[in-house]
């Protein structure tokens, strides 16, 4: 049907046009933010290769927690490239994001098979930091920007993308061992190159487009749902079938191809409802008989006098010392809830101060435990297929966190007013529990642990980006968004270098003393059983308590603001007199939207 439609059309001409309308469109736009994010999970998959860099470096488990550190330092600390993404196009960032993947993991990477000199602690800091930040740019460029394209779809919107980056690692698991077999220093070597290749080739699809309001744009976003469960479904049953068998080498590359192949199937979403759109406007222009008018009464909305005089305003002789003392002036003096604030009116806001410390709380315990999840399976006796089945399974369930979180907290908020602040209080209770599994260990809890953390770590990062975008408007997302995520690396700091790895080494010293060995220069520290970790998860679950209770006066605060309609200013905008909205119903007939210039005529 499509080929004949082409060639009824003008033949190559038109599919080209039709190609040229497909690689500029909204959702192709979206399919390829979802690659990007889909290799943009590497901070997640450090277990993976932090017994190698333990074992080429000689190191402890203190420094190799203070390197865990510096990942999540430059994983999260993305206040730089949401400076620049607000003077600069997308492109920009994701550039400057491939150029410091590549730099950082490739260093790391000659370092750990002794192509050069061995490294300080403190190039070795630099180097995954700068590695990681590269995350920043790469997430920045595409996630604000699809956010900021689809501002009435947030909830979804944030889960399905922070979905892939949760699925990074399962995917990017069998992609390495395709390449490389069971080398696990080669997966360095392509966390390297391969997240830098996809950001490159994808520079110019991703940018800032019109909001136009499109009829069917939820439930296009349940079908890239769907499509993204059967890959996380898929993978999951990979997984344990990888830990039950032993595969070739053949076998990981025919696995490898399946999990590719799903991952580029919403590509034939983007495909078609592009096709949808350009047969409309064919039928729009060719036959406008087809065509229905219809004239219905709608209210006239009235802007806010703010709205109303800010041209005049913007070119009065007052405006320009405004504009040079308002930044400071207005501190304290922030707007209502919702509306756009300034970024020093966020950054001072008390409801920022709250959800910062539940999520340095929430977030920094459980990165905490997924950091160290290998050297945990290790200290209770687990098998190495075990700590591969581990991070995989955290993989997958976070993926499942990140949009069960996005969706479901979409739903529950627009049909039933529940604010996402209880939300996240209710996610950081059910942390506690994984938690508690490290610290009072029974057989094989750690499976169930795994898929505990690995679901509610997931499903803190959605809410906690859409709480700051709902409460602080959008004007500013790009850095506020960033400093948000600042609370990782916080966190991380506090309960896995100061709290988790000296109180690991602490107890490895003390086996050793009691079995009367002494410590060599550049021999790692290697603690065994149940109390390696036991006093450091007891403490995590105790902070994440808090910090559920400090989401939970977050939900009283704000729980007047969540009973409004929060996003009526956006439908309001894209409703305007310049927008156009162009859609098919079920029966083929052509629908086309607008409102003139009172906001009272609507054309169908």
């Given at each position: 049907?499509?080929?004949?439609?082409?060639r009824s059309?003008g033949?190559?001409?038109?599919?080209?046009?039709?190609?040229l309308?497909?690689?500029?469109?909204?959702w192709f736009?979206?399919?390829?933010?979802?690659?990007?994010?889909?290799?943009?999970?590497?901070?997640?998959?450090?277990?993976l290769y932090?017994?190698?860099?333990?074992?080429?470096l000689?190191?402890?488990q203190?420094?190799?927690?203070?390197?865990?550190?510096f990942?999540?330092?430059?994983?999260?600390?993305g206040?730089?490239?949401?400076?620049?993404?607000?003077?600069?196009p997308?492109?920009?960032?994701?550039?400057v994001g491939?150029?410091?993947?590549f730099?950082?993991?490739?260093?790391i990477w000659?370092?750990?098979?002794?192509?050069?000199?061995?490294?300080?602690?403190?190039?070795?800091?630099?180097y995954?930091?700068?590695?990681?930040?590269?995350?920043?740019?790469a997430?920045t460029g595409?996630?604000?920007?699809?956010?900021?394209?689809?501002?009435e779809?947030?909830?979804?919107?944030?889960?399905?993308?922070?979905?892939f980056v949760?699925?990074s690692?399962?995917?990017m698991?069998?992609?390495?061992h395709?390449?490389?077999?069971?080398?696990?220093e080669?997966?360095?070597?392509?966390?390297?190159?391969?997240?830098?290749?996809?950001?490159?080739?994808?520079?110019r699809?991703?940018?800032?487009?019109?909001?136009?309001?499109?009829?069917?744009e939820i439930?296009?976003?349940?079908?890239l749902?769907?499509?993204s469960?059967?890959l996380?479904?898929?993978?999951?049953?990979l997984?344990i079938?990888?830990?039950?068998?032993r595969?070739?080498?053949?076998?990981?590359?025919?696995?490898a191809i399946?999990?590719l192949?799903?991952?580029?199937?919403p590509?034939?979403?983007a495909?078609?409802?592009?096709?949808?759109?350009?047969?409309?406007?064919?039928?729009?222009l060719?036959?406008?008989?087809e065509?229905?008018?219809?004239?219905?009464?709608r209210?006239?909305?009235?802007l806010?006098?703010?709205?109303l005089?800010?041209?005049?305003?913007?070119?009065?002789?007052?405006?320009t010392?405004?504009?040079?003392?308002?930044?400071?002036?207005?501190?304290?003096k922030p707007?209502?809830?919702?509306?756009?604030?300034?970024?020093?009116?966020a950054?001072?806001?008390?409801?920022?101060?709250?959800?910062?410390?539940?999520?340095?709380?929430?977030?920094?315990?459980?990165?905490?435990a997924?950091?160290?999840?290998?050297?945990?399976?290790?200290?209770l006796?687990?098998?190495?297929?075990?700590?591969?089945?581990?991070?995989s399974?955290?993989?997958i369930?976070?993926?499942?966190?990140r949009?069960?979180?996005g969706?479901?907290?979409?739903?529950?908020l627009?049909?039933?007013?529940?604010?996402?602040?209880?939300?996240?209080a209710?996610?950081?209770?059910?942390t506690?529990?994984?938690?508690?599994?490290?610290?009072?260990?029974?057989?094989?809890?750690l499976?169930?642990?795994?898929?505990?953390?690995g679901?509610?770590?997931?499903a803190?990062?959605?809410?906690?980006?859409?709480?700051?975008?709902?409460?602080?408007?959008?004007?500013?997302?790009s850095?506020?968004?960033?400093?948000?995520a600042?609370?990782?690396?916080?966190?991380?700091?506090?309960?896995?270098v100061?709290?988790?790895?000296?109180?690991?080494?602490k107890?490895?010293?003390?086996?050793?003393?009691?079995?009367?060995?002494?410590?060599?220069?550049?021999?790692?520290l290697t603690?065994?059983?149940?109390?390696?970790?036991?006093?450091?998860?007891?403490?995590?679950?105790a902070?994440?308590?808090?910090?559920?209770?400090?989401s939970?006066?977050?939900?009283?605060?704000?729980?007047?603001f969540?009973?409004?309609?929060?996003?009526?200013?956006?439908?309001?905008?894209?409703?305007?007199?310049?927008?156009?909205t162009v859609?098919?119903?079920?029966?083929?007939?052509?629908q086309l939207?607008?409102r003139?210039?009172?906001?009272?005529?609507?054309?169908?």
């Amino acid at each position: 049907m499509v080929g004949a439609d082409f060639r009824s059309g003008g033949g190559w001409r038109e599919m080209k046009r039709f190609g040229l309308q497909v690689l500029l469109g909204r959702w192709f736009m979206v399919f390829a933010s979802f690659l990007i994010m889909a290799m943009s999970g590497a901070t997640y998959m450090f277990s993976l290769y932090s017994a190698d860099i333990k074992r080429s470096l000689g190191y402890d488990q203190t420094t190799l927690n203070l390197l865990s550190f510096f990942k999540d330092v430059g994983g999260n600390v993305g206040l730089l490239p949401g400076l620049i993404n607000e003077v600069s196009p997308p492109w920009v960032i994701l550039s400057v994001g491939v150029i410091m993947n590549f730099s950082g993991y490739f260093m790391i990477w000659l370092a750990i098979t002794r192509k050069i000199a061995k490294p300080k602690v403190w190039q070795m800091c630099l180097y995954i930091c700068i590695g990681a930040n590269s995350q920043t740019f790469a997430t920045t460029g595409a996630l604000v920007t699809c956010v900021k394209n689809f501002p009435e779809s947030r909830g979804s919107v944030l889960g399905l993308l922070k979905g892939f980056v949760g699925l990074s690692g399962a995917i990017m698991t069998q992609v390495y061992h395709a390449f490389y077999g069971d080398d696990s220093e080669s997966f360095i070597l392509l966390i390297a190159w391969l997240p830098a290749a996809v950001s490159l080739i994808f520079l110019r699809t991703i940018r800032i487009m019109k909001i136009v309001r499109q009829e069917n744009e939820i439930k296009v976003f349940y079908k890239l749902l769907y499509m993204s469960l059967g890959l996380a479904g898929f993978l999951m049953v990979l997984i344990i079938i990888q830990n039950k068998f032993r595969f070739t080498r053949i076998e990981y590359i025919a696995s490898a191809i399946v999990v590719l192949i799903l991952l580029f199937l919403p590509v034939a979403i983007a495909i078609k409802e592009e096709y949808d759109i350009w047969t409309s406007k064919k039928a729009a222009l060719i036959d406008p008989s087809e065509v229905k008018i219809v004239t219905e009464n709608r209210p006239v909305v009235e802007l806010p006098p703010s709205t109303l005089t800010l041209e005049s305003k913007a070119s009065g002789p007052a405006a320009t010392a405004e504009k040079q003392t308002s930044c400071f002036e207005n501190v304290f003096k922030p707007p209502e809830r919702g509306e756009d604030y300034t970024i020093l009116q966020a950054l001072f806001s008390l409801d920022m101060l709250i959800l910062f410390i539940a999520a340095t709380c929430g977030i920094g315990g459980t990165l905490t435990a997924v950091d160290n999840l290998g050297q945990i399976g290790h200290s209770l006796g687990y098998p190495s297929r075990s700590i591969t089945t581990f991070v995989s399974l955290v993989s997958i369930w976070n993926y499942l966190g990140r949009v069960v979180s996005g969706f479901a907290s979409e739903i529950l908020l627009k049909k039933y007013k529940i604010p996402r602040p209880l939300l996240l209080a209710i996610v950081l209770l059910f942390t506690c529990v994984g938690h508690i599994l490290i610290a009072f260990p029974a057989p094989n809890s750690l499976y169930f642990a795994s898929v505990i953390l690995g679901f509610c770590f997931g499903a803190q990062w959605p809410l906690m980006y859409a709480i700051i975008s709902e409460i602080f408007g959008l004007k500013y997302y790009s850095t506020l968004y960033n400093f948000g995520a600042v609370a990782s690396p916080v966190g991380s700091y506090i309960l896995n270098v100061i709290v988790a790895g000296k109180l690991y080494d602490k107890e490895a010293l003390k086996q050793m003393k009691a079995l009367g060995l002494r410590r060599k220069a550049g021999e790692d520290l290697t603690c065994n059983g149940v109390q390696c970790y036991r006093m450091s998860s007891i403490i995590i679950t105790a902070a994440t308590l808090f910090g559920s209770f400090a989401s939970f006066i977050l939900t009283l605060r704000t729980r007047k603001f969540y009973k409004g309609d929060i996003y009526k200013k956006f439908r309001d905008a894209a409703e305007g007199p310049e927008n156009v909205t162009v859609s098919t119903t079920g029966n083929g007939t052509v629908q086309l939207g607008e409102r003139n210039s009172k906001g009272t005529g609507n054309r169908q």
